[in-house]
Each structure stands twice: as structure tokens, then as C-alpha cells.
């Protein structure tokens, strides 16, 4: 089977999941949360506080292997989904840190 033919959501980058801890620094605050997932272009962030939409960040993902770098973009928040106390954050990243 091919898998490009067995992929059904129509985006550019595969989403890949994880379950990260991460570190999201506003202009003002540093809060941290969980990466549900990860693309090429962008990534699910779960945190127990609200951002509002259009807000910028640096995310910081530790790297769990001392042969791979750590992951430090600038995203955007672009939509939110509420579920109890916890917020899931649609976030594009804007650019990579190095």
C-alpha cells in the first residue's frame, strides 16, 4: 500500500504525534504545557491557561536525546479549542530558532 494513497488528511506535512512536555514564553510570562503533535508547518499545543488568538511565543521542546537539539521556534496562535480547564492551541510556526 502506498502510503501517500493511504493518507487521507489533506495537508502539506504529515502531522507527527507526541505528548512533550514544552515551554511557551509570552512577552510577560513563561508556561508550561504539553505538544500534542508536530508538523512542518506548525503544531497542537495543550495549557491549562487562555492565550488569545493571533498572540506570538517562543516554544521551547526539550530534546529527550543528547544527539538531537532541542526544537525553539516563534509561533502564532491561530484557533483554540476549550475542553474543561485545559485549552488545545492551533499554532503556526512563524520561524525556527536555532
Known amino acids: 500500500m502506498n502510503l501517500s494513497n493511504a493518507y487521507e488528511e489533506k495537508r502539506?506535512?504529515?502531522?507527527?504525534k507526541m505528548d512533550s512536555p514544552l515551554q511557551l514564553t509570552l512577552s510577560d510570562k513563561t508556561i508550561e504545557g504539553v505538544c500534542i503533535d508536530l508538523s512542518g508547518t506548525g503544531m497542537c499545543?495543550?495549557?491549562?491557561?487562555?492565550?488569545?488568538?493571533?498572540?506570538?511565543?517562543v516554544v521551547h521542546l526539550p530534546s529527550q536525546q543528547s544527539q538531537i537539539s532541542a526544537f525553539n521556534?516563534?509561533?502564532r496562535?491561530?484557533?483554540?479549542?476549550?475542553?474543561?480547564?485545559?485549552?488545545?492551541?492551533?499554532a503556526e510556526i512563524l520561524e525556527l530558532l536555532s
Not at 12 to 16: E, L, Q
Not at 45 to 57: D, F, H, R, Y
Request: cysteine-free; aromatic content about 12%; overall charge negative.
Open 12 to 16: 502539506n506535512f504529515i502531522r507527527m
Open 45 to 57: 499545543i495543550e495549557l491549562k491557561e487562555p492565550l488569545k488568538i493571533g498572540s506570538q511565543a
Open 73 to 75: 521556534a516563534i509561533i
Open 77 to 90: 496562535v491561530n484557533r483554540v479549542m476549550e475542553d474543561g480547564d485545559l485549552y488545545y492551541y492551533g
